[in-house]
């Protein structure tokens, strides 16, 4: 075991200048703690619980959206208490919530989202699921450790009018819930005619009023390409379909994307977030969760999967987004990206590791460094542009 001097900081990540709070954050945000790892936490909350603000903690690991794994970890190893039994964590029936609560609104979720699969396996609609639904039960396996929220549809464009009387019949209808909550309500015109115009590879969502308290509404996310339009990437829908994997989500026969297609869509959409107008402005476009979802998949993937889908960033020149994920990825968890997958996606150019609003149309540089903004909601007010994307903050 790790003696208290060697423990002044917990150095998990390669970033430096964190504060206490950011250190345990990230030395709790990984998929799972070893004998050693949990000793060292043990021994850091030790020698510096009292100097930890718990407050900016708590609030970090909600804005990361990480609280529920951090919960987890905090308590089925009871690190909230010294080998003594001291208590070195404050309100440790917090953490017990936060975990709990995210399993009982992720199975409720699971029971409608369930519905809605049935729906479309009894449809002629060819689908895949993407992201959250498919994370959470198959790579983090845990229900209540990675918060969903929507459930993200891939198929044809073909095929959407099928999948609009599916859902119509389940409830639900493009919109958005009211302020009060009671009611979905249609999108303004200009939202509308936005979506239309110029997000062609998505939809509106379909919304249906929550009939639970822990959750406000039930979101179907549609998506025809992976990529946005003004990338002019042209991916086909077919092929990404052809490629998928039969699984089970929520007990119920499914499909998802083919791992190699995952990494890529992973990779594609760290870079996208993390500098689009649209994501920065609402808060999240740097999330440690999106970097853990990374991990996660790099866990899983084979020499040969990591080849099929090195052919996939070549095929759409996404080079420079593989490499960007990958790199800061690296930062929070060097011991799970390895140095050698980074730099083999090493473009000859660089500095735009250190720009923003390039898929806006526009370039610009951030006046700090990576390891500043990521835990700063304040990176916000240096933003020298604005997203044209009317409607709220959370849909694309």
Same mark, same amino acid.
């Given at each position: 075991? $790790?003696?208290?001097?060697?423990?002044?900081?917990?150095?998990?990540?390669?970033?430096?200048?964190?504060?206490?709070?950011?250190?345990?954050?990230?030395?709790?945000?990984?998929?799972?703690?070893?004998?050693?790892?949990?000793?060292?936490?043990?021994?850091?909350?030790?020698?510096?619980?009292?100097?930890?603000?718990?407050?900016? !903690?708590?609030?970090?690991?909600?804005?990361?959206?990480?609280?529920?794994?951090?919960?987890?970890?905090?308590?089925?190893?009871?690190?909230?208490?010294?080998?003594?039994?001291? $208590?070195?964590?404050?309100?440790?029936?917090?953490?017990?919530?936060?975990?709990?609560?995210?399993?009982?609104?992720?199975?409720?979720?699971?029971?409608?989202?369930?519905?809605?699969?049935?729906?479309?396996?009894?449809?002629?609609?060819?689908?895949?699921?993407?992201?959250? $639904?498919?994370?959470?039960?198959? !790579?983090?396996?845990?229900?209540?450790?990675?918060?969903?929220?929507?459930?993200?549809?891939?198929?044809?464009?073909?095929?959407?009018?099928?999948?609009?009387?599916?859902?119509?019949?389940?409830? @639900?209808? &493009?919109?958005?819930?009211?302020?009060?909550?009671?009611?979905?309500?249609?999108?303004?015109?200009?939202?509308?005619?936005?979506?239309?115009?110029?997000?062609?590879?998505?939809?509106?969502?379909?919304?249906?009023?929550?009939?639970?308290?822990?959750?406000?509404?039930?979101?179907?996310?549609?998506?025809?390409?992976?990529?946005?339009?003004?990338?002019?990437?042209?991916?086909?829908?077919?092929?990404?379909?052809?490629?998928?994997?039969?699984?089970?989500?929520?007990?119920?026969?499914?499909?998802?994307?083919?791992?190699?297609?995952?990494?890529?869509?992973?990779?594609?959409?760290?870079?996208?977030?993390?500098?689009? !107008?649209?994501?920065?402005?609402?808060?999240?476009?740097? #999330?440690?969760?999106?970097?853990?979802? #990374?991990?996660?998949?790099?866990?899983?993937?084979?020499?040969?999967?990591?080849?099929? !889908?090195?052919?996939? &960033?070549?095929?759409?020149?996404?080079?420079?987004?593989? @490499?960007?994920?990958?790199?800061?990825?690296?930062?929070?968890?060097?011991?799970?990206?390895?140095?050698?997958?980074?730099?083999?996606?090493?473009?000859?150019?660089?500095?735009?590791?250190?720009?923003?609003?390039?898929?806006?149309?526009?370039?610009?540089?951030?006046?700090?460094?990576?390891?500043?903004?990521?835990?700063?909601?304040?990176?916000?007010?240096?933003?020298?542009?604005?997203?044209?994307?009317?409607?709220?903050?959370?849909?694309?």
């Amino acid at each position: 075991m $790790p003696d208290e001097a060697e423990v002044k900081m917990l150095d998990t990540s390669s970033l430096e200048g964190l504060r206490p709070e950011h250190e345990l954050l990230l030395a709790l945000s990984r998929p799972r703690l070893g004998v050693d790892e949990r000793k060292r936490i043990r021994l850091f909350l030790t020698t510096h619980s009292e100097a930890i603000e718990w407050g900016v !903690f708590i609030d970090q690991a909600c804005r990361h959206m990480v609280m529920p794994l951090v919960a987890r970890h905090l308590t089925q190893f009871r690190l909230t208490l010294s080998d003594e039994g001291k $208590p070195l964590v404050p309100y440790r029936w917090l953490y017990t919530e936060a975990y709990e609560g995210s399993r009982r609104r992720n199975l409720v979720l699971a029971s409608e989202y369930a519905r809605v699969l049935h729906a479309l396996n009894d449809s002629a609609v060819r689908y895949l699921i993407r992201k959250g $639904p498919v994370l959470g039960e198959h !790579f983090y396996h845990d229900l209540a450790a990675r918060r969903i929220s929507n459930l993200d549809v891939f198929m044809q464009r073909a095929d959407y009018p099928l999948l609009q009387q599916v859902l119509a019949d389940l409830g @639900y209808q &493009v919109g958005e819930l009211t302020p009060n909550g009671s009611r979905i309500v249609p999108f303004d015109r200009r939202t509308e005619l936005y979506w239309k115009v110029n997000l062609t590879n998505t939809s509106l969502p379909h919304a249906r009023v929550g009939d639970h308290d822990t959750v406000e509404s039930y979101l179907v996310s549609t998506m025809f390409s992976l990529f946005q339009p003004m990338l002019g990437i042209r991916d086909d829908a077919d092929e990404v379909l052809d490629a998928s994997v039969a699984t089970t989500l929520y007990g119920v026969p499914a499909r998802m994307l083919h791992l190699a297609d995952q990494l890529l869509d992973s990779c594609f959409q760290i870079h996208l977030r993390a500098t689009l !107008f649209y994501y920065i402005e609402s808060g999240k476009d740097l #999330l440690v969760r999106n970097f853990l979802d #990374l991990v996660h998949l790099l866990m899983k993937a084979t020499p040969d999967c990591i080849e099929e !889908f090195r052919g996939r &960033v070549e095929k759409f020149d996404l080079t420079k987004s593989a @490499y960007y994920s990958l790199h800061f990825t690296r930062q929070l968890y060097p011991d799970l990206v390895p140095e050698r997958l980074v730099e083999s996606f090493r473009p000859a150019d660089t500095s735009y590791l250190e720009e923003y609003g390039a898929f806006d149309g526009d370039r610009y540089t951030w006046n700090r460094r990576f390891a500043e903004r990521l835990f700063d909601p304040r990176r916000r007010a240096e933003v020298a542009g604005r997203s044209k994307v009317p409607g709220p903050r959370s849909m694309i």
